[in-house]
């Protein structure tokens, strides 16, 4: 992968202001910190961490939806090239066409009183990106049909579809403005597991399609693992692993992404107990241990994770961790 | 193992404006103390519906159908669940013999009452015990479950803790009235995989130590492959499999039951292909003829899979299915 990233978070950090006292520095929760991740054009980049851990908070960022406290975001598409740190009015304007979000929740994400057409035609008509009305509905119904919904589908309200279909239709509202960076935040997790494979397939065909590039945010490991190919992974605002899937799933380095892969529930009756089972929850955001975020949990901890926060090492091609004892860790 | 909970011919219809809806038919399933049943299916297909029918806990649009018959064996003898009719009655089964967990913690607790109050409320209702003695097995629940500090909190309200932690003191407080049958219903779906795995092993140390029958009501076969002894599986308010948990997951009989594990993404093969089942559920007022299946199945068999519902045969000492597939009689004319 020696293309240029499509967009890249360079030491990107979010804070968001806590009330505190007059005096003293102003407190502050850093629901990111410090994190860098590259993706490059036509990737479909897997984020996954609990909740709590940063990665919805992260995936706003690289939207401009969430503050950028320090760092930057820089994304270059080949036409234009954008630091969204400092995006002016007009410019974010461009850049809202150019990245979309898809939500989790397609019950929440779709308003009740507009049909379908409307729905799907309202980022067009709010950004101005067609002319007359024939325009978009010529494009509502082009984007539809790659959806997968008819011509009788966009006629109707929200309420008459299944969960499935309403995630089809989100998808749609996300692709109208032919964006080429998108934002999918969870987007299967409200899903059965039928469907979810139905949508899954949808936007891998999408993408490949129309030559997208994805963040996909998931807490569900399995899910990520078939259709990223890339995988960063997150706990408490820090970035702890990031590497190819393949070889994410195949040699995990940190403890913590260990302990994720195991925890999974396996469909063999006969693998029980053999997880390797974490003690404790994720701390909380506001008061982070010091030294290595993990430690509280970690059962490889020692003194030294408890002063010093690990940095992320190479630990092979594209494969980046976060820990001190990694190395001792992989023989 | 003794026997625990009988459900024959289990019918529920709601009277709607639309019309009597369909929710829960002809389903018979049965449980042993100390026994682990996954209740697995999409949204929709009727497994909440059909657990909370054990403690008549449905609105009051609910209509039973007249075959229907629930036996729970008490040690006082057995119980027909049917015919309780006041309050007081169901107070035998509901968080009697019964207890119930459901998925979001947060929504099951009273926000402004501590969690202490709310079990120590309930113990007094199904117990014997006074005040002092309520709070004192209320702490020592706390503390089985694992939660630090449990006599602080016994203080604290449910938004004081995380969500872990309110599963954990749900799980406490369902299992304080020492139930001899606990339903729960997905109730580790909202918490985070190593939270879930902390929350599936407590279970199982409880059932082990309780020597109580388990309801799990769950989307997820992963889950279900790690707690359940046995499986029956739920489609659009019929049961269409039922066997254990290794028969089930390994030799899948009903062809839906295939459709699901083929759409679960695993770690085992990464570039299996996801195999989404097609079409969507129907919705509960337009119900199919025939197998309620038969309008997404891949290996529908000519018109009769649309004309005669399937009935249970056996494909296996413990394992059977709802499909023509198995039953092939009907083919010999």
């Known amino acids: 992968m020696s293309d240029k990233p499509l967009i890249t978070a360079q030491n990107l950090s979010v804070h968001y202001p806590l009330r505190g006292s007059l005096l003293g520095p102003k407190p502050y929760v850093g629901a990111v910190e410090n994190v860098s991740i590259e993706i490059t054009p036509g990737s479909f980049f897997g984020l996954v961490g609990e909740s709590g851990s940063g990665k919805t908070t992260l995936g706003r960022a690289m939207l401009r939806a969430a503050p950028i406290s320090k760092g930057d975001v820089l994304f270059d598409d080949g036409e234009v090239a954008y630091s969204l740190k400092n995006l002016g009015k007009k410019e974010l304007k461009d850049y809202r066409t150019r990245a979309q979000l898809i939500f989790q929740d397609p019950y929440a994400a779709l308003s009740p009183r507009m049909t379908v057409r409307d729905i799907i035609a309202e980022p067009l008509e709010v950004m101005g990106l067609t002319n007359s009305r024939a325009e978009?509905?010529?494009?509502?119904?082009?984007?539809?049909?790659?959806?997968?919904?008819?011509?009788?589908?966009?006629?109707?309200?929200?309420?008459?579809?299944?969960?499935?279909?309403?995630?089809?239709i989100s998808i749609a509202r996300a692709l109208v403005s032919a964006p080429k960076f998108i934002v999918a935040d969870e987007s299967v997790a409200a899903l059965d597991v039928s469907i979810q494979a139905d949508v899954l397939n949808l936007l891998k065909a999408i993408q490949q399609d129309m030559g997208l590039t994805f963040l996909f945010i998931s807490h569900d490991l399995s899910v990520v693992a078939h259709v990223c190919d890339h995988v960063a992974v997150m706990y408490l605002g820090r970035l702890v692993e990031t590497a190819p899937t393949r070889t994410l799933f195949s040699t995990p380095r940190h403890p913590y992404t260990q302990a994720l892969l195991s925890a999974i529930p396996s469909l063999d009756p006969d693998d029980r107990g053999k997880a390797q089972k974490l003690e404790g929850e994720i701390p909380s955001p506001t008061n982070p241990p010091p030294g290595c975020k993990f430690q509280t949990r970690c059962p490889m901890a020692i003194d030294r994770c408890r002063v010093e926060e690990p940095a992320l090492e190479s630990a092979g091609p594209e494969h980046h961790v976060a820990c001190h004892r990694w190395k001792e860790l992989a023989v | 193992m003794s026997r625990l909970i009988d459900v024959e011919n289990l019918t529920l219809q709601f009277d709607t404006d639309e019309?009597?809806?369909?929710?829960?038919d002809d389903v018979s399933f049965s449980l042993e103390a100390g026994e682990v049943m996954g209740l697995v299916g999409e949204s929709g297909s009727g497994k909440s519906v059909t657990a909370k029918s054990l403690m008549k806990l449905n609105p009051r649009n609910a209509v039973y159908g007249p075959d229907t018959k629930i036996t729970l064996h008490l040690d006082d003898g057995p119980v027909d669940v049917m015919s309780l009719q006041s309050d007081t009655e169901m107070k035998i089964v509901r968080g009697g013999a019964i207890s119930l967990i459901f998925q979001e913690p947060m929504a099951s607790f009273a926000p402004a009452i501590s969690i202490g109050e709310q079990m120590v409320e309930q113990l007094m209702i199904h117990t014997s015990f006074s005040k002092a003695q309520a709070k004192e097995v209320s702490v020592e629940m706390l503390d089985r479950v694992g939660i630090s500090d449990p006599s602080t909190r016994f203080g604290q309200y449910a938004f004081e803790l995380s969500g872990g932690m309110r599963q954990r003191a749900m799980i406490a407080m369902a299992l304080s009235t020492k139930p001899r049958l606990l339903i729960a219903d997905e109730p580790t779906t909202a918490l985070d995989v190593t939270i879930q795995a902390q929350v599936i092993d407590l279970m199982k140390d409880l059932v082990s130590e309780f020597g109580m029958g388990i309801i799990f009501i769950t989307h997820d076969l992963g889950v279900i492959a790690q707690t359940a002894d046995k499986v029956a599986v739920m489609y659009l308010g019929k049961l269409v499999e039922q066997g254990t948990v290794r028969d089930v997951i390994r030799r899948p009989a009903h062809p839906y039951t295939r459709g699901l594990l083929a759409a679960l993404p695993t770690l085992d093969d990464i570039d299996a292909p996801l195999t989404p089942i097609p079409g969507d559920i129907p919705s509960p007022l337009e119900r199919p003829s025939g197998c309620v299946y038969h309008t997404r199945c891949q290996e529908v068999m000519g018109s009769r899979c649309a004309a005669e519902v399937p009935r249970f045969s056996r494909v296996d000492s413990d394992h059977a299915a709802a499909c023509h597939l198995h039953d092939p009689q009907g083919d010999a004319s």
């Open chain 1, 136 to 168: 978009t509905d010529e494009r509502v119904r082009e984007i539809a049909a790659k959806c997968r919904l008819n011509v009788e589908h966009l006629r109707r309200f929200p309420h008459a579809f299944s969960g499935g279909q309403r995630q089809r």
């Open chain 2, 19 to 24: 019309g009597r809806i369909t929710a829960v």
